[in-house]
């Protein structure tokens, strides 16, 4: 009786377990997203303080030549605009990884992360619900953007959704694979700021890298090895049809190297929240 009972048990799971946990993930997210209004309006609020008020005092100030992309001159908010594109994903990502931090803490991360289902597959449907949202911020200030004269080719809104996911899958890996790391809720906003202004000001999304490296070389080196100076710069060029394969590369490589470490790092056998309770 027993032998049979095992042998007529299903081995595995199936595609519709897969698709009912991810459409969980998901559906719990968006939730949480449609409670926190004040989090969709603090994203938005931060890059529109950039491009209504900063960039119409530095427009007369720092002109942006010919460049790659652009065919021709192009105005400070038009320059700066993949730049605030990547402020709402950074953002994002970052307060993702947060409710991870808090959902640890209350005990529903734990909930999550028990479940038979492979804990790859968990992070990473929790990764695509956080873009998922990044995506519908991003195209909301597009919108609002459109009424201050920034307005790439109608075809790039659509080029661009590739890109926005690429760099919107990395941006929360690192944010993911930086909340494994932090085991107290109010140390995460420290890890915050320590991350976000140093990546996002180090980065060509305000001033064009030959402007940084006339100014200070050693800095223009530092942008180079900047993740997020890559996400900018695909974003960048992907809003005008064309694929920077350097910007794409890197991007990619990143991606797969922060949601590497995000997987073993969430690992009870193998990482670091295995050790932290070791220790404690």
């Not at 953002?91 to 959902?103: A, E, I, K, P, R």
């Not at 929790?126 to 991003?138: C, E, I, M, Y």
Request: charged share 10%; net charge positive; proline share 6%.
């Amino acid at each position: 009786m027993t032998a049979s009972y095992v042998r007529d048990e299903p081995r595995g799971f199936s595609a519709g377990h897969y698709a009912i946990c991810f459409a969980g993930i998901v559906w719990r997210e968006a939730l949480r997203f449609l409670h926190q209004r004040e989090r969709f309006i603090s994203a938005l609020v931060r890059p529109l303080l950039w491009l209504f008020i900063f960039a119409a005092g530095f427009r007369q100030v720092l002109g942006v030549s010919i460049v790659p992309p652009y065919q021709t001159y192009v105005l400070y908010e038009v320059y700066i605009t993949p730049g605030l594109i990547g402020m709402i994903q950074l953002f994002n990502g970052m307060q993702s990884s947060l409710s991870m931090v808090y959902d640890r803490e209350t005990g529903s991360m734990k909930t999550l992360l028990v479940s038979p289902l492979p804990r790859w597959f968990l992070l990473v449907s929790k990764l695509l619900a956080g873009v998922a949202v990044s995506l519908l911020q991003v195209y909301v200030f597009f919108a609002i953007a459109w009424f201050w004269d920034v307005r790439p080719p109608v075809t790039g809104y659509l080029t661009v959704f590739p890109a926005l996911v690429l760099t919107g899958l990395m941006l929360g890996a690192m944010g993911m694979f930086l909340s494994s790391m932090v085991h107290q809720l109010e140390n995460f906003a420290g890890v915050m700021n320590f991350v976000i202004f140093p990546m996002y000001f180090a980065s060509s999304a305000l001033y064009p890298l030959w402007r940084i490296l006339e100014a200070s070389p050693p800095l223009y080196w530092i942008c180079q090895f900047n993740p997020f100076t890559h996400a900018v710069e695909l974003i960048r060029f992907s809003l005008y049809g064309e694929l920077n394969l350097i910007a794409l590369a890197v991007t990619l490589g990143c991606t797969l190297l922060f949601l590497g470490g995000a997987i073993l790092a969430y690992d009870p056998a193998r990482g670091i929240i295995s050790r932290k309770r070791q220790v404690g």
